[in-house]
């Protein structure tokens, strides 16, 4: 069994292919789009998990912390804008941006080209929260990162630009098949 506790017997075909290629004995060509988007899916189930254990307890849900972090990184957004983002319903956004203003974490303030809209901006005091998880999450990751070899350390570290572009692909708008 290997250190994440899954045998090779309980690994998909994909994973197992991406394994593969991990360890050097499948050539990247013989790895088609399907397996690879196949085996990032399943990688990124397994960090969601660890990204809910590494998180702080603060009373605040990954969609509410999600929902922060893209305005602290993007400005103010319009409620219909944010939900497509975070791929919620408009209603449910609505009611979640009432909890954080609610919590003073967001404010509701008129766009500058029409004031008739109506925007969503983070706070001070969600800026801090977010800095607050973050530093946890941060020093949490560093214990994780201690108990890797140097060589996996330096293969997450070369990953970094991919994992930053993936996350920043398009998501303004519902993929395919996405409702």
């Known amino acids: ?21 991990a360890s050097g004995d499948l050539p990247s060509r013989d790895l088609d789009d399907r397996a690879l ?12 998990g660890l990204f809910r254990w590494i998180s702080p307890t603060s009373g605040l849900s990954l969609t509410a912390a999600a929902t922060l972090a893209t305005l602290e990184r993007s400005g103010p957004r319009r409620l219909t ?9 408009q209603p449910a956004m609505t009611q979640l941006v009432a909890r954080l203003q609610d919590a003073g974490l967001v404010e509701r303030v008129a766009d500058p080209a029409d004031g008739r809209v109506v925007q969503v901006r983070i706070t ?14 941060a020093e949490r990751v560093a214990l994780l990162l201690a108990r890797l070899s140097p060589d996996e350390q330096a293969a997450l570290a070369a990953a970094l ?10 998501r303004d708008e519902p993929l395919v098949g996405q409702t």
Do not use: C, F, H, Y
Request: net charge negative.
């Open 37 to 48: 988007a196949a085996g990032v899916a399943a990688g990124l189930e397994r960090l969601i």
């Open 161 to 170: 630009p991919a994992m930053d572009a993936l996350a920043n692909a398009q």
């Open 124 to 137: 001070a005091e969600g800026q801090a929260l977010l800095a607050g998880r973050r530093a946890v999450r």
């Open 1 to 21: 069994m290997d250190s994440a506790g899954e045998g090779p017997d309980q690994l998909g075909p994909d994973e197992l292919a991406l394994q593969k290629l």
């Open 81 to 89: 804008a944010l939900a497509a983002r975070e791929g919620v319903t």
